[in-house]
Nanobody, 121 residues
Framework: QVQLMETGGGLGQPGGSLRLSCAAS????????MGWYRQAPGKERELVAT???????NYVDSVKGRFTISSDNAKNMVYLQMNSLKPEDTAVYYC???????????????WGQGTQVTVSA
């Protein structure tokens, strides 16, 4: 099983910056990818950014050039640096991990509890 704990978030100003962190703990055979999703009120959860094992990263178009995902594999951490914040970035942000738990298991998705990001003047 994989447990994910997010920290960071809170209130940010338009044009400002916030940084989210996510720590993975538990046991696994292999982490395939870690990433961030967000869900705004009344909207579906959407992918924000992913960091795939091997180094590839992907971003939703609305955050490209503003957000940066990074990871520290030695610490089992993933980060989301959010710059040039906009009010439309307001949402609950969830850390996600896709992992293979054991040699004989499939791949599973795990989620953090979510952290609120509010962008407002």
């Amino acid at each position: 099983q994989v447990q994910l704990m997010e920290t960071g978030g809170g209130l940010g100003q338009p044009g400002g910056s916030l940084r989210l962190s996510c720590a993975a703990s538990g046991s696994w055979s292999r982490i395939n990818a870690m990433g961030w999703y967000r869900q705004a009120p009344g909207k579906e959860r959407e992918l924000v950014a992913t960091s795939i094992s091997g180094g590839n990263t992907n971003y939703v178009d609305s955050v490209k050039g503003r957000f940066t995902i990074s990871s520290d594999n030695a610490k089992n951490m993933v980060y989301l640096q959010m710059n040039s914040l906009k009010p439309e970035d307001t949402a609950v942000y969830y850390c996600n991990c896709n992992a293979k738990i054991s040699r004989f298991s499939g791949n599973y998705d795990y989620w953090g509890q979510g952290t609120q990001v509010t962008v407002s003047a």
